[in-house]
């Protein structure tokens, strides 16, 4: 079995920043995509950013140039450094990542990200 984990959600000023992390545990031979959601209220989950183990990324056009993904494989964490938060990325971000040996992918529980003056 195993477990993601996300932390550091909150609330931030309009301009501010934030750092996620999502570390996971348990049975794991190896990671390859990691990835960062949200899910607005009233509306669909969406991609926010991935990487693969070699470090590739990808971001939403909404947040690129402003938020930066990153992983530690030596560890099995991911982050997301959010800059410049405006009231739109207000949502809960949930972290999600694929585990090969185990032919499935698994999600956080979600951390709020709350963005407001």
């Known amino acids: 079995q195993v477990q993601l984990v996300e932390s550091g959600g909150g609330l931030v000023q309009p301009g501010g920043s934030l750092r996620l992390s999502c570390g996971a545990s348990?049975?794991?031979?190896?990671?390859?995509?990691m990835g960062w959601y949200r899910q607005a209220p009233g509306k669909q989950r969406e991609l926010v950013a991935s990487?693969?183990?070699?470090?590739?990324?990808n971001y939403a056009d909404s947040v690129k140039g402003r938020f930066t993904i990153s992983r530690d494989n030596a560890k099995n964490t991911e982050y997301l450094q959010m800059n410049n938060l405006k009231p739109e990325d207000t949502a809960v971000y949930y972290c999600?990542?694929?585990?090969?040996?185990?032919?499935?992918?698994?999600w956080g529980q979600g951390t709020q990200v709350t963005v407001s003056s």
């Open positions: 999600k990542a694929n585990f090969p040996g185990l032919g499935r992918d698994y």
């Open positions: 990487i693969t183990s070699g470090g590739r990324t």
């Open positions: 348990g049975s794991i031979s190896s990671i390859d995509v």
